[in-house]
């Protein structure tokens, strides 16, 4: 069975560009959560999908940064006018609905790693 | 509020020998605890996970981590190293129905042949 997918698996961008980042959830997975990952440090929460809602987005740095899940399957993180503080590895993480058995697992894809130059 | 702090940065052993992982916890609340594992180019895979059951929980691989709430910690051993097992390691602490992930900083661990 699939697991987490997440692409580009590299991005290399200049500062004050746009990027768009993509995770695909194992099927059936309707909780979705992003985390940023620094180096040297461990992932930090970003933002919290249930289905298509955006349930919590309190881990987003600044207004730059947003996501979306329209159709409660594919996410995107976009970043807007990148700096290179935004350099980091964005990692993608999908359960089962919270509050049901096993939702306390999240699964993770192999991360996007985003280079600001 | 949670959050988590690995002892060790990085832990080097040699195959075949017992291989030790520290992390201590502070936790508002009843915690679910987690070791996840990272392997080089791949995504986080959960070793093992401890939610209010058995203080000893197992986990693959090998691995097992013991619950001790009056250290607050919860750290994860395995008897013997393999070469395989050189990784990234991370503890990680939620309150128990929380879906917000709290991670340590990470162990890198080595294994000489």
């Known amino acids: 069975g699939a697991g987490v997918s997440q692409s580009p698996r590299y991005k290399v961008t200049k500062r004050g560009q746009d990027v768009a980042l993509r995770c695909d959830p194992i099927?059936?997975?309707?909780?979705l959560y992003w985390y940023r990952q620094a180096l040297g440090q461990g992932p930090e929460f970003l933002t919290y999908f249930n289905y298509e809602a955006q349930q919590d987005k309190s881990g987003l740095p600044n207004d730059r940064f947003s996501a979306e899940r329209p159709e409660g399957s594919i996410s995107t993180l976009t970043i807007q006018r990148t700096e290179q503080r935004d350099s980091a590895m964005y990692r993608c993480a999908s359960s089962s609905p919270v509050g049901t058995s096993g939702s306390d697992t999240q699964y993770f894809g192999p991360g996007t790693r985003l280079t600001v130059l | 509020a949670q959050s988590v702090t690995q002892l060790d940065s990085h832990v080097s052993v040699s195959e075949g020998t017992p291989v030790l992982l520290r992390c201590n916890y502070s936790?508002?609340?009843?915690?679910?605890l987690f070791w996840y594992v990272q392997h080089p180019n791949k995504g986080l895979q959960l070793l093992l996970k401890?939610?209010?059951?058995?203080?000893l929980v197992k986990g693959i691989n090998g691995f097992e981590a013991e619950f001790k709430k009056s250290e607050t910690s919860f750290h994860l051993t395995k008897p013997s190293a393999h070469m395989s097992d050189a990784a990234e390691y991370f503890c990680?602490?939620?309150?128990?129905?929380?879906?917000?992930?709290?991670f340590g900083a990470g162990t890198t661990v080595t294994v000489r042949a």
């Open positions: 990680v602490v939620s309150a128990q129905g929380d879906y917000k992930l709290s």
């Open positions: 401890y939610t209010s059951a058995a203080t």
């Open positions: 099927s059936g997975h309707v909780s």
């Open positions: 936790s508002s609340y009843s915690p679910s």
